[in-house]
């Protein structure tokens, strides 16, 4: 028996590391993860309110976010090789052009 | 054995996320996330959705993270260095982080007694609920995530590809 709240709350605290790591992270990748991060923690909300609620729809929607999700990564990380190309950096302070 | 085991992969999952926070190489970061995403698999399980706890695992912790390091290591990488460019995040960032933190944890944790709680075994979507509802009131748009996932893919491999 564990209280639904205990589990929105867990959502919560790895959300807010996902927006602190995105902020302070100055490494493109590591912004990227804490992107996946975030998408995690919604997910686990969506995971526990279909619990709450006893519908399917709450975890279908999971599954299109791990479906959108991988599709971003992989073209994200395609975008991060091609700034690494023509850089030679992946600290962002340093990438501020969109046309080099 | 609810309670324990919420207990452990709840606090694994803080522990990684917090490591992702403070580690300063991306490959120290990239493994925490996948300790995050696979007890984070776990917790699925203890909710009852079955099929989501292994996609997690084969997706995530497999796929995404494996795509994650593949790029870590084909770019070397090291260990980032800090630059005063983000000072305002700093400033504003953290204590609205910690604010929005607080608005959430107080809010659901005020709802305690509406929500109720979360029994083992109450509420189990097997793989074939899952499916039934997929294939049949959602079939259009599961076609459609997969032409977007081919579209993905064609992207990827143009960004990626060597320019001549």
Same mark, same amino acid.
């Given at each position: 028996?564990?209280?639904?709240?205990?589990?929105?709350?867990?959502?919560? /605290?790895?959300?807010?590391?996902?927006?602190?790591?995105?902020?302070?992270?100055? +490494?493109?990748?590591?912004?990227?993860?804490?992107?996946?991060?975030?998408? +995690?923690?919604?997910?686990? /909300?969506?995971?526990?309110?279909a619990?709450?609620?006893h519908q399917v729809s709450?975890q279908i929607?999971?599954f299109?976010?791990?479906?959108?999700?991988?599709?971003?990564?992989?073209?994200?990380?395609?975008?991060?090789? /091609?700034?690494?190309?023509?850089?030679?950096?992946?600290?962002?302070?340093?990438? +501020?052009?969109?046309?080099? | 054995?609810?309670?324990?085991?919420?207990?452990?992969?709840?606090?694994?999952?803080?522990?990684?996320?917090?490591?992702?926070? %403070?580690?300063?190489?991306?490959?120290?970061?990239?493994?925490?996330?996948?300790?995050?995403?696979?007890?984070?698999?776990?917790?699925?399980?203890?909710?009852g959705a079955e099929f989501l706890?292994?996609?997690?695992?084969?997706?995530?912790?497999?796929?995404?993270?494996?795509?994650?390091? %593949?790029?870590?290591?084909?770019?070397?990488?090291?260990?980032?260095?800090?630059?005063?460019?983000?000072?305002?995040?700093?400033?504003?960032?953290?204590?609205?982080?910690?604010?929005? %933190?607080?608005?959430?944890?107080?809010? %659901?944790?005020?709802?305690?007694?509406?929500?109720?709680?979360?029994?083992?075994?109450?509420f189990l979507v097997t793989t074939s609920d899952l499916s039934r509802v997929l294939f049949r009131d959602?079939?259009?748009?599961?076609?459609?995530?997969?032409?977007?996932?081919?579209?993905?893919?064609?992207?990827?491999?143009?960004?990626?590809?060597?320019?001549?």
């Amino acid at each position: 028996m564990i209280p639904i709240s205990w589990y929105l709350v867990l959502s919560a /605290a790895l959300f807010s590391i996902g927006v602190s790591a995105f902020l302070i992270k100055r +490494n493109i990748i590591s912004i990227f993860m804490s992107i996946e991060l975030m998408l +995690n923690a919604v997910n686990l /909300a969506f995971v526990t309110f279909a619990h709450h609620w006893h519908q399917v729809s709450g975890q279908i929607f999971v599954f299109f976010v791990m479906v959108v999700a991988a599709a971003e990564a992989a073209v994200g990380l395609a975008i991060i090789i /091609a700034v690494f190309r023509s850089r030679d950096t992946l600290n962002v302070d340093q990438i +501020n052009l969109m046309k080099l | 054995m609810h309670l324990v085991l919420f207990l452990i992969f709840a606090g694994l999952c803080l522990a990684g996320a917090l490591n992702l926070l %403070f580690q300063r190489h991306p490959i120290n970061s990239a493994l925490s996330l996948i300790v995050v995403m696979t007890s984070l698999a776990v917790l699925y399980l203890l909710l009852g959705a079955e099929f989501l706890a292994l996609a997690q695992i084969i997706v995530y912790s497999g796929a995404i993270m494996v795509l994650f390091v %593949f790029v870590i290591m084909l770019l070397n990488v090291s260990a980032e260095e800090r630059t005063h460019g983000s000072r305002i995040a700093y400033l504003a960032g953290i204590p609205g982080v910690l604010a929005l %933190f607080a608005i959430l944890a107080s809010i %659901f944790l005020s709802l305690t007694k509406n929500l109720g709680s979360a029994q083992l075994g109450e509420f189990l979507v097997t793989t074939s609920d899952l499916s039934r509802v997929l294939f049949r009131d959602l079939l259009l748009p599961f076609e459609v995530t997969s032409v977007l996932i081919l579209v993905a893919i064609l992207g990827a491999v143009v960004l990626a590809r060597k320019e001549h």
